[in-house]
Structures are given as structure tokens and as C-alpha cells.
């Protein structure tokens, strides 16, 4: 365990130094885009404010992070016995990750060739991350023959990198649903507030439309004149069509009259044509007005996405609604960006030249570490296979989940010989695989107390990580710790003398 300790030490080292290489990098980036904005906002000031009031600069919506420290984003779990058997602390909300829909095929990969599609389906989720991460999409094909997948996601392009990168992951984590391992289904879908992902068995990049389209309207009705609400509705959206054609596929805006504001957002996926998005956002604005009449709709297409709101729900954009803008501050705008541009550009060679070679001889050394760590679980006794723990927890069925938390769910699973366990299946990202894993493996393999559950093993072999505790019936707290003295009264030397004996066991522990 000391060995275990040691590398994921190294790892969380690793880990610092590529926080400090990003944050190099998003300072420099960020005075490039600082100079492309200017420009970009006065090259579009007067097309784009014509039709309703824009988000205005200085109202950006402002996501709280609970701590900077991204070891402090998905805490320590532990099962503890109480009445309720297992706790679980809360991560943060994830911005703008909320489910709008979730769309999943009804064609299964044959026997034979489920495994290299789900493999070729896995390979292709950890393939694009580093694009969205990069640019905001990405696409990627893994596989060959009936077994290629296809992959595509993107996220709104009014979110930011950190709320772009943090909503993707929710993605990815979502999209399983639409693939239980036993099954190996071919194709789905989902739409976030803030993110899309997709993935099938055909080249779908450049699809406007398709079957599983959907227009998604809210329950409750406007509280207010639905004849002028659903008259705002469809002025607002045959704008956001109009001008997001013209926008590089994306708009947001928002339409007042009489006292009835709406706010809305539409936004074309970034493989489909110009052509494509004009035909798909007049398809998008035609199927919304379905709902004019609810307080929100969307609808979710296969080429675009776009939705309405009383509720102002996207960030401050590029576009401006103010008119104007004189030649001066046209040239002081041309200025700035070259200077902004010219020292990002020389922030980014020197991080480059002081951070590159010992950025690489970190990566490798902690791959080789991993490697080394994870060759070593496998040998030992507290490795178990994940195709056993999938069976059994008859493939994590929902009848035997025991409860839930921020860092993924605990289900009741029997083992072959017939014991009774509980399962741990745990959700996070490859950056935080080290210190969450390992890190709660050596420190709760290592304690043994009667009031902690004990930690039987772990699974690292499947496609998610899973840990193995020993199942403790549903009893209340007073039963777990003190059944074995109620059968008798105890004497006056055992009431003197239990306390002090639990004492002494309370302090041995600590």
C-alpha cells in the first residue's frame, strides 16, 4: 500500500504542474480572443441588433465553483455503517447540464461483434474529449467495417471552456445509458442545456434531420396573455433562425412587448452546411411553436438545437445589439488585437519552451507509474473481474442499487459461492482517476474498525472502475454496535467496565 501511496503521489504532482500549464495557456489565449472579439463585435454591431434587445456586455452569467482547487471537486467517499448504511457528500452542480433529451436506437450489435463495438464505441468517447477540449467539437470514427462508430459532439458556443469541458462530461456519463454493455446498442444520443454528443454505426456528420428528433415542451402553462407570449415566441424565434444562419450557425437574443419577455438560443452543430442550418433552424422555429403557448420549449434536431425561455439562460455573447461604432474605435480595435496577439503569441512560445520537455517527461513517467500500479491490483487479492461484478449485480440492475451519490451509485450484487456484497461504481474523469481511486483504495483497504464497512477489493479491467465493499443489512446504528450486550442486563462491574473498554477501542483506532 505504501508503493500505491507513493505513485499516486507522483500522479497528483503530474497533475499540478499540467493545472499551471493550462492556466499559462488560457491567459494567453484569452488576450487573443480579448483582440478578436473587439473586432468581431463592431464588424456585426449594426447587422445584428435590428430585430430585439441582446444580452448586454457586463451581465455575463457567472457559474460559482464551490473551490478552485480541482482536488476539492469530488471528495472522499466512505460507507459507513448507520441506520441509513451508506453517506455520500455532494459535488457540485455541473453549469448548464441539465438532460433536455435522450434519444437511443433500437439496433443491438450482434453476439459476435459486441465487444470490438462497445471497445470501438469507448475508444471513440475518449478520442474526442481532448477536441472539445481544443476547439468546442470534435468528430472521430473508430473501427472498421459493420463495427466503425461514429462520434460527434459540440458544445454552446455562449458557455465557457471550463463550463464547455465540465457539461461534456456529464455527456459522456449520460450517453451510457444508451449503451448497457450486455446489449451493445448502435446508436444514441443526448442534448444538454450547455453540450450535444452522438454516436452510430453510420456517417451521420452531415444529417439535418433524422427519426429521432423531438420537440420538447415544459409542463406548466404561461402564467400571463398566452396570445401575446406565443406572438413573442414566434417573432423571437424566426429571428434566432435568421440571424444565426448569417452568425456562423449561432444566435441568442431576446424579444419584450407588453410586459411579456422571452429569451432564446439557437445554434447549428458545426459539420453541417450553411444550406443545412438554414433548412434546419426554420424546420426548429416551425416545430417550437408547438409550445408557445408553455412557459419553455425546445426542440432537438439532428443538425441544430434551439429553445425559448421566460428565464435569460445563456451567457454574454460577441453579438451586441448597440448601433454605431466609429472609425477610431475601429483602428484603436485593429491596434489592440495585433499588440494582444503579439504578446500572447510570445506567453505561449516561452510556456512552451519552459513547460514542453518536463511536461513530456512527466507523462511519461506517471503513464509508466499507472501502468506499473494497475499490473499490480490485477495480481493481487483484491482484484475482482468487472464481468463478475456485472453479473453479479444482474448488470447493475435498478432493483438492487442502494443508493446514490455525487461520485456514482452503490448496488447489493452475490458473488458466485453466494456472498452478499455491495458494488461502488464510480464515475469521474481520467485527470481524476488517480487521486480518487487509489487514493480511497490504500486508505480504506488500510483501516480496519467494526464501525467501518470493509473494503473487499476493487475492478480496474472493465470500462469503469468499481469498488467491492461487504454487505451490511439495512439495521439501525444501536444494532450494528451494541445487539451483542442486549440479550442480558449487565452487572455493576460490566457497567462500569464497558464504557472504559469502548473507550479504549475508540482510541486505538483514532
Known amino acids: 500500500m505504501a508503493t500505491a501511496q507513493k505513485l499516486a503521489s507522483h500522479a497528483h504532482a503530474a497533475c499540478n504542474l499540467e493545472k499551471e500549464i493550462i492556466y499559462a495557456y488560457g491567459i494567453s489565449l484569452g488576450l487573443i480572443a480579448g483582440g478578436l472579439w473587439k473586432l468581431h463585435r463592431w464588424n456585426n454591431q449594426k447587422r445584428a441588433g435590428e430585430f430585439y434587445d441582446l444580452p448586454q456586455k457586463g451581465s455575463i452569467l457567472v457559474v460559482e465553483m464551490a473551490s478552485h482547487n480541482f482536488d476539492d471537486l469530488i471528495p472522499s467517499l466512505f460507507l459507513i455503517k448507520s441506520a441509513d448504511d451508506v453517506i455520500f457528500l455532494d459535488r457540485d452542480k455541473e453549469p448548464r447540464a441539465t438532460l433536455a433529451g435522450r434519444v437511443c436506437t ?52 455562449d458557455l465557457s471552456q471550463r463550463d464547455c469541458d465540465q457539461c461534456f462530461a456529464q455527456c459522456k456519463t449520460d450517453i451510457l445509458r444508451c449503451l448497457p454493455f450486455q446489449m451493445g446498442v448502435r446508436g444514441g444520443r443526448n442534448y444538454f442545456d450547455g453540450c450535444y454528443l452522438r454516436y452510430d454505426d453510420y456517417n451521420f456528420f452531415q444529417e439535418n434531420f433524422s427519426q429521432g428528433d423531438r420537440t420538447v415542451c415544459v409542463d406548466r402553462e404561461f402564467n400571463g396573455s398566452q396570445s401575446i407570449h406565443a406572438a413573442n415566441v414566434r417573432e423571437l424565434v424566426g429571428n434566432l433562425s435568421n440571424e444565426a444562419v448569417k452568425n456562423d450557425g449561432f444566435f441568442v437574443g431576446s424579444l419584450s412587448r407588453r ?29 417550437i411553436q408547438s409550445c408557445s403557448r408553455k412557459e419553455e420549449g425546445r426542440v432537438l434536431n439532428a443538425g441544430c438545437y434551439m429553445r425559448y425561455s421566460p428565464q435569460r439562460f445563456y451567457n454574454n455573447t460577441d453579438v451586441n445589439s448597440d448601433g454605431g461604432g466609429s472609425r477610431g474605435r475601429r483602428r484603436l480595435a485593429i491596434i489592440l488585437a495585433v499588440v494582444f496577439s503579439a504578446l500572447a503569441a510570445l506567453m505561449i512560445f516561452a510556456s512552451c519552451a519552459f513547460f514542453g520537455k518536463r511536461k513530456l517527461t512527466r507523462r511519461k513517467k506517471e503513464r509508466k507509474q499507472l501502468g506499473a500500479l494497475a499490473a499490480t491490483v490485477k495480481r493481487s487479492d483484491l482484484n475482482f473481474k468487472y464481468e463478475v461484478l456485472e453479473r453479479a449485480t444482474k448488470y447493475f440492475d435498478s432493483s438492487n442499487k442502494l443508493g446514490q451519490g455525487g461520485s456514482g451509485s452503490v448496488y447489493k450484487g452475490t458473488l458466485p459461492d453466494g456472498k452478499h456484497i455491495a458494488v461502488k461504481r464510480l464515475i469521474f474523469s481520467t485527470r481524476q482517476w488517480v487521486d480518487q481511486f487509489f487514493n480511497e483504495v490504500n486508505l480504506i483497504s488500510a483501516v480496519h474498525h467494526k464501525n467501518l464497512v470493509k473494503l473487499l477489493g476493487c475492478s480496474i479491467t472493465g470500462p469503469e472502475s468499481l469498488l467491492v465493499y461487504e454487505y451490511i443489512p439495512n439495521l439501525s446504528l444501536q444494532e450494528n454496535l451494541f445487539s451483542y450486550i442486549l ?20 482510541l486505538s483506532f483514532s
Open 259 to 287: 410586459n411579456v419577455t422571452v429569451y432564446g438560443l439557437a445554434q447549428c452543430w458545426e459539420t453541417i452546411s450553411r444550406n443545412s442550418c438554414d433548412m434546419c433552424l426554420k424546420n426548429a422555429s416551425a416545430q
Open 106 to 157: 433500437n439496433r443491438t450489435a450482434d453476439q459476435p461483434n459486441r465487444r470490438i463495438f462497445i471497445n470501438n464505441f469507448l475508444a471513440a468517447l475518449d478520442g474526442i474529449s481532448p477536441q472539445i477540449s481544443s476547439r468546442r467539437y470534435g468528430t472521430i470514427i473508430k473501427g472498421t467495417g459493420n463495427n466503425t462508430v461514429y462520434a460527434f459532439g459540440e458544445c454552446m458556443k
Open 487 to 506: 440479550p442480558h442486563v449487565p452487572t455493576n462491574f460490566e457497567f462500569a467496565y464497558f464504557p472504559l473498554q469502548s473507550f479504549e477501542s475508540f
